[in-house]
């Protein structure tokens, strides 16, 4: 089934007549018919349409509306809409595996990526080392953090031998 099957039409926003604005307290929602004063961003489906389909949440948490496209946003509204998933999906990108150790169903991992050096530590690997087709592999520490791999296949020959054993 298409992604945009599981969408209420009615959600979506018609990015022409509104536009994000930087303030005091965040970032605001100018639209038609009123003002949200604190709007934050979510994906919709983070994984299958990463670049699509984005839910604006108000400052209760309650959904204004989706942004289908976000590319036919104005400049400013898509800078904004960027920085906000830029900071809610804080997901740094494995480049090397330097320690995989498990011991008692945890795993330790000391790892580069795209942000330095971390080491975190994964409860039952086997559920939380994820498999997201075409090489792409996504880890869950025990702090609920992502880390994530575009493709296993490029790890050095020792990362991906680390790796193997849970995919």
Not at 72 to 99: C, G, N, Q, T
Request: with cysteine; charged share 35%.
């Amino acid at each position: 089934m298409e992604t945009s099957a599981w969408l209420d039409e009615d959600k979506l926003i018609d990015v022409a007549q509104v536009r994000l604005e930087a303030w005091a307290s965040g970032v605001r929602l100018i639209a038609p018919d009123r003002c949200y004063l604190t709007v934050r961003a979510v994906r919709a489906f983070p994984l299958s349409e990463a670049s699509r389909y984005f839910v604006l949440l108000d400052g209760a948490n309650q959904e204004i509306g989706v942004i289908r496209n976000p590319r036919e946003l104005d400049a400013e509204s898509r800078r904004l809409l960027d920085r906000m998933i830029h900071e809610h999906y804080f997901i740094p990108v494995i480049k090397r595996i330097r320690l995989l150790r498990e011991e008692f169903g945890v795993s330790r991992w000391v790892v580069e990526t795209d942000r330095g050096e971390r080491e975190f530590f994964v409860r039952e690997p086997r559920d939380n080392v994820f498999s997201l087709g075409e090489g792409r592999v996504m880890v869950v520490d025990a702090d609920g953090n992502r880390y994530d791999i575009p493709d296993a296949a490029e790890l050095d020959p020792a990362s991906l031998h680390r790796l193997e054993r849970y995919l």
